[in-house]
Structure formats: structure tokens, C-alpha cells
């Protein structure tokens, strides 16, 4: 199977004592390639500096994430841009709205989200969204700057099976990970809704494990266990959600 990880923080510290393990095991498990989301301008350093270790596995995107969004938003935003214009990334992100932890920044977040979507637009490059808490203001935001003129990943696909409609009717494929395999989620439903051709595989590591490793620490090489309980929503082998989240993803990221 070629497996790609649409969503993966492989350079943060919490892989900095096996980051070469687990890419081993992950390259062992068939995921070829590693889909990188910056965060801030802390992580710009890390994430290409694994770039550079792992050429063509280990890709990287250029964003700010929303959490990370504060006042000092335009100085990070002004990086952002300057970075896109020196460096090779394949997408735009990680970006969004957060409305779970801190809401202070909220007319921030929208302002450079805005920006996100027009740098999208400008570099023809896909959008990654995080969407926690924030699935109508994100839709909203999208709408008012143009249905059709960006496209990309809801990450960690928050919605349900309506949500997933609306968002795929936008043109926008969703992320599905390891909580598809909580019992008590409803990524399942959105993916029914949503269908093969507009899903995406991503771990969010190391966040976000899939069961039967809830809490722990998670890495590429888990997608297997995500690829086998989409077999079992979507009733087709494994083997196909492989092929199909791959095409997806390779067809999104111009690979």
C-alpha cells in the first residue's frame, strides 16, 4: 500500500529522540509520504531542517495556526509570506479558527485566515483549516471570500455527516484520522457522507492516536489502523481506502 499522511507534526520535540524509527516504521507500514503543517515561526527551523534530512518523504506547508495567533499576529503573517516566496511548500497552513481554548484573538484569527485563503489562492496551493469549535465561522469566512476560488482539507474533520455534505459540495476534501476509531466519535457518519473520493488520510501526530493507542504518543505508521476501520464504514478493503485517500491527496497536493 502507498499510504500518504496528509497531517503530521513529525518535527516537534516529541520525536526528536526516534524521529528516524518512526519514520522507519511508518515507511515499513507504506506511508511514503509525510505531509507537514507549520505552526509559528518556532517550528519553521525544525520542520524544514527534517525536510532536508527526509527529502521527498517528509514535505512541508507554510501557515500560522490559530492557537498561535496573538498580538503579534502580523509579524508571524509577515513571515508566513516571506517564507512562501522563498522556499517550496505544498500548501497553506496550518490555519483556521480555534474557538476552544482562548477566544480573545477571535477577530484576529479571522483576519489572518482571510490572508490564508488568499495566499491559497495566490501560490495555487491548498488550504489546511483547523476547525475546532469554529465549523459555521469557517464556513461563513469561506463563503464571503468565494466559494470555488480555493480548495483543501478540513483537518480533523469536526463535523457531522451534514457538515461534511456542505463542505465537500464547497470543494473541499476532509481529514480523517485516528478519532474514527473512538468509540464515542462521529467521524464515521462524515465520512460516510462524504464518500472515498473526498476523504484524506492524517494522523495529526503526535496527536490524536488512534485506538489501541487513545493517549499515547501517535505516528504515521498508525494510518493502518485507520484504513482498516474505514473498511469497515465504508465496506470496501483497506487496500482501496489506501489507493483512493492516496489519489485524493496526490491529485490536492499536485504530487
Same mark, same amino acid.
Given at each position: 500500500?502507498?499510504?500518504?499522511? *496528509?497531517?503530521?507534526?513529525?518535527?516537534?520535540?516529541?520525536?526528536?529522540?526516534?524521529?528516524?524509527?518512526?519514520? +522507519?516504521?511508518?515507511?515499513?507500514?507504506?506511508?511514503?509520504?509525510?505531509? !507537514?503543517?507549520?505552526?509559528?515561526?518556532?517550528?519553521?527551523?525544525? !520542520?524544514?531542517?527534517?525536510?532536508?534530512?527526509?527529502? =521527498?518523504?517528509?514535505?512541508? !506547508?507554510? =501557515?500560522?495556526?490559530? &492557537?498561535?495567533?496573538?498580538?503579534?499576529?502580523?509579524? @508571524?503573517?509577515?513571515?508566513? @509570506? &516571506?517564507? /512562501?516566496?522563498?522556499?517550496?511548500?505544498?500548501?497553506? =497552513?496550518?490555519?483556521?479558527?480555534?474557538?476552544?481554548?482562548?477566544?480573545?484573538?477571535?477577530?484576529?484569527?479571522?483576519?489572518?485566515?482571510?490572508?490564508?485563503?488568499?495566499?491559497?489562492?495566490?501560490?495555487?496551493?491548498?488550504?489546511?483549516?483547523?476547525?475546532?469549535?469554529?465549523?459555521?465561522?469557517?464556513?461563513?469566512?469561506?463563503?464571503?471570500?468565494?466559494?470555488?476560488?480555493? *480548495?483543501?482539507?478540513?483537518?480533523?474533520?469536526?463535523?457531522?455527516?451534514?457538515?461534511?455534505?456542505?463542505?465537500?459540495? !464547497?470543494?473541499? /476534501?476532509?481529514?480523517?484520522?485516528?478519532?474514527?476509531?473512538?468509540?464515542? =466519535?462521529?467521524?464515521?457518519?462524515?465520512?460516510?457522507?462524504?464518500?472515498?473520493?473526498?476523504?484524506?488520510?492524517? *494522523?495529526?501526530?503526535?496527536? /490524536?492516536?488512534?485506538?489501541?493507542?487513545?493517549?499515547?504518543?501517535?505516528?504515521? +505508521?498508525?494510518? &493502518?489502523?485507520?484504513?482498516?476501520?474505514?473498511?469497515?464504514? /465504508?465496506?470496501? +478493503?483497506?487496500?482501496?481506502?489506501?489507493?483512493?485517500?492516496?489519489?485524493?491527496?496526490?491529485?490536492?497536493?499536485?504530487?
Amino acid at each position: 500500500m502507498h499510504i500518504i499522511d *496528509t497531517h503530521n507534526h513529525i518535527y516537534l520535540p516529541e520525536f526528536d529522540g526516534d524521529r528516524g524509527e518512526v519514520i +522507519s516504521r511508518s515507511l515499513a507500514a507504506g506511508v511514503r509520504t509525510i505531509m !507537514m503543517p507549520n505552526i509559528d515561526s518556532t517550528s519553521v527551523g525544525p !520542520m524544514l531542517a527534517v525536510e532536508e534530512q527526509y527529502p =521527498g518523504i517528509c514535505l512541508p !506547508m507554510m =501557515g500560522l495556526h490559530p &492557537t498561535s495567533v496573538k498580538e503579534n499576529y502580523q509579524d @508571524e503573517m509577515e513571515l508566513v @509570506e &516571506t517564507s /512562501l516566496r522563498e522556499h517550496k511548500y505544498y500548501g497553506i =497552513g496550518e490555519t483556521g479558527i480555534d474557538l476552544y481554548w482562548d477566544k480573545t484573538f477571535i477577530n484576529e484569527q479571522k483576519i489572518s485566515f482571510r490572508r490564508h485563503l488568499e495566499l491559497a489562492e495566490v501560490y495555487h496551493l491548498p488550504v489546511i483549516i483547523h476547525a475546532r469549535e469554529s465549523l459555521e465561522v469557517i464556513i461563513s469566512e469561506i463563503e464571503a471570500f468565494g466559494v470555488g476560488r480555493v *480548495t483543501g482539507i478540513f483537518h480533523a474533520f469536526p463535523g457531522s455527516a451534514a457538515d461534511a455534505r456542505r463542505v465537500t459540495e !464547497m470543494g473541499f /476534501l476532509i481529514g480523517i484520522g485516528g478519532v474514527v476509531t473512538f468509540r464515542n =466519535g462521529r467521524q464515521h457518519e462524515a465520512a460516510i457522507e462524504a464518500g472515498i473520493n473526498n476523504i484524506v488520510l492524517e *494522523t495529526d501526530a503526535p496527536y /490524536l492516536a488512534p485506538v489501541p493507542h487513545r493517549g499515547k504518543r501517535n505516528e504515521s +505508521s498508525y494510518l &493502518t489502523l485507520v484504513t482498516e476501520r474505514l473498511s469497515e464504514v /465504508l465496506a470496501i +478493503s483497506p487496500a482501496e481506502i489506501a489507493d483512493k485517500t492516496t489519489a485524493n491527496a496526490k491529485r490536492l497536493f499536485n504530487l
